[in-house]
T-cell receptor, first 110, second 113 residues
């Protein structure tokens, strides 16, 4: 599986949009971009995934660049409960293992 | 939505004893489950892939005789930490694959004293 690079930490003001970047320059054509988050001492929670088109669900939006070498997870209106470590992972959709990098520790501040 | 239940959530055991952790998919069948370990302030590390009805596949550096995995049914995988020692104290997390996604359990905090 390709590796990803994320900033170790970010701050965001409550109510503002949180934009979390991820670089995956060695991604293969059949690999998807997945985002999970982990709130302290809990199991990771699925957020969103995509292949090449932008995706949106009730939690977040995922913007993938045209060359697919990077992506951005957008939390449109961050709340204090969004404070967590966010992991960007690339994997083959069918059967691929989820290999976690170091992630980005997002702190949402009042 | 898909739910994965992990039990126990916390366990304290004496050094040299064995501990079993259960991972159940509650509302779906999972032919593949994954086991992770997480030390404080570190990321999740994949230990092994558990396949129903066959032997687990262990990641490099993970001792298969120490971390016994059994996946005897489509809804249950177990991880047994044998002859536990203080350095095995960690947060153990399972996940079950459903289609393109993986759903995670809430984790088991193991403390070996």
């Amino acid at each position: 599986d390709a590796k990803t690079t994320q900033p170790p930490s970010m701050d965001c003001a409550e109510g503002r949009a949180a934009n979390l970047p991820c670089n995956h320059s060695t991604i293969s054509g059949n690999e998807y971009v997945y985002w999970y988050r982990q709130i302290h001492s809990q199991g990771p929670q699925y957020i969103i995934h995509g292949l090449k088109n932008n995706e949106t669900n009730e939690m977040a939006s995922l913007i993938i660049t045209e060359d697919r070498k990077s992506s951005t997870l957008i939390l449109p209106h961050a709340t204090l409960r969004d404070t967590a470590v966010y992991y960007c992972i690339v994997r083959v959709a069918t059967g691929g293992k989820l290999i976690f990098g170091q992630g980005t520790e997002l702190s949402v501040k009042p | 939505g898909a739910v994965v239940s992990q039990h126990p959530s916390r366990v304290i055991c004496k050094s040299g004893t064995s501990v079993k952790i259960e991972c159940r998919s509650l509302d779906f069948q999972a032919t593949t489950m994954f086991w992770y370990r997480q030390f404080p302030k570190q990321s999740l590390m994949l230990m092994a892939t558990s396949n129903e009805g066959s032997k687990a596949t262990y990641e490099q550096g993970v001792e298969k005789d120490k971390f016994l995995i059994n996946h005897a049914s489509l809804t249950l995988s177990t991880l047994t930490v044998t002859s536990a020692h203080p350095e095995d104290s960690s947060f153990y997390i399972c996940s079950a694959r459903l289609g393109r996604n993986c759903t995670f359990g809430s984790g088991t905090r193991l403390t070996v004293v």
